[in-house]
């Protein structure tokens, strides 16, 4: 199945629901980065997460930053999400493992640490963009970003995120996030029966292993609810915008004695995208060109 991201209604509008499925770009994130089981469940729930979230925003060229840190060996995680459907990111310390934990899966929460924070910035295209923190409350991602929806957006929500991955690489990976909006929140007891009806999921991976699609699932879940299934599928993929000219000029603020050194010691220069690991190599003449550069635009 492609990866893909589908929306949805329910209760006449009061419930917006959101699925995306994001096996194949989990995967190419797993390959760029040589990541470890845990490594990899980590970033593809945060990517998913990551989208999710950007596919509520409007304004073309809308993207959301997703960044945590905690206190576990994972170190840092950062992804950036676009309402285009693009996605890319990163882990500080990506070989890092750790056994399962006691219900047998992938022990997340304690690689990522429960004690440290949540930071998303919103960019919504123009103007300053909206950042808010908040502090984790498990580091399993889909609770702590549920945390941030819910205190920072004031936005009752329920999410639910999962990777499976083993020694053939990522099979599974994707997520739901149903939200009750401002116009339905109030009613107490329909916030209690979704929360009840995610809470009896057996989690976003089975299901799609059992070969249920996104309508199929929101079926299960809203299918009492007044449920309309927007006809837009939207494609999702992992992409970076590196490239080798924007090296370059990177480089070239180095300024000219640096790049000199680099010329001398060296014979070039190499540098590593950290979202895509992504390698460019720039030769000794390459760099000759950023220092004649350097030297015109001074004159």
């Given at each position: 199945m492609a990866?893909?991201?589908?929306?949805?209604?329910?209760?006449?509008?009061g419930i917006r629901a959101v699925g995306v499925i994001t096996?194949?770009?989990?995967?190419e994130a797993r390959r760029r980065h040589q990541l470890s089981y845990v490594a990899t469940a980590a970033l593809?729930?945060?990517?998913?997460?990551?989208?999710?979230l950007a596919s509520s925003m409007k304004r073309e060229g809308s993207r959301v930053n997703i960044r945590i840190k905690g206190d576990g060996p994972l170190g840092g995680i950062l992804i950036d999400?676009?309402?285009?459907?693009?996605?890319?990111g990163y882990v500080e310390n990506s070989t890092v493992e750790l056994p399962p934990n006691e219900r047998g899966k992938l022990d997340v929460g304690r690689a990522v640490g429960n004690d440290g924070y949540l930071y998303v910035v919103r960019d919504v295209g123009y103007g300053y963009p909206y950042s808010s923190t908040v502090e984790l409350v498990s580091g399993e991602i889909g609770d702590d970003i549920a945390h941030y929806l819910v205190t920072s957006e004031q936005t009752p929500s329920a999410l639910i995120v999962g990777?499976?991955?083993g020694?053939?690489?990522?099979?599974?990976?994707?997520g739901i996030l149903i939200q009750v909006l401002p116009k339905a929140a109030r009613d107490e007891a329909l916030v209690k029966?979704?929360?009840?009806?995610?809470?009896?999921?057996?989690?976003?991976?089975?299901l799609l292993q059992e070969g249920k699609t996104l309508p199929e699932m929101f079926e299960q879940l809203l299918g009492d609810m007044d449920l309309t299934i927007l006809p837009d599928v939207h494609l999702v993929r992992f992409h970076c915008g590196c490239s080798f000219n924007r090296v370059l000029g990177a480089l070239k603020m180095l300024g000219e004695a640096e790049l000199q050194d680099m010329i001398e010691k060296d014979e070039g220069a190499e540098a590593t995208c950290h979202f895509c690991g992504e390698?460019?190599?720039?030769?000794?003449?390459?760099?000759?060109?950023l220092i004649e550069d350097l030297r015109a635009e001074s004159v």
């Open positions: 990866d893909q991201l589908i929306r949805a209604t329910a209760a006449e509008g096996t194949r770009l989990t995967e593809g729930r945060t990517m998913s997460a990551g989208l999710l999400a676009g309402l285009d459907g693009t996605v890319r990777v499976f991955v020694a053939e690489g990522v099979t599974a990976s994707g029966i979704l929360e009840s009806r995610m809470a009896k999921l057996s989690g976003f991976t089975p390698v460019y190599q720039a030769s000794s003449a390459e760099l000759a060109q």
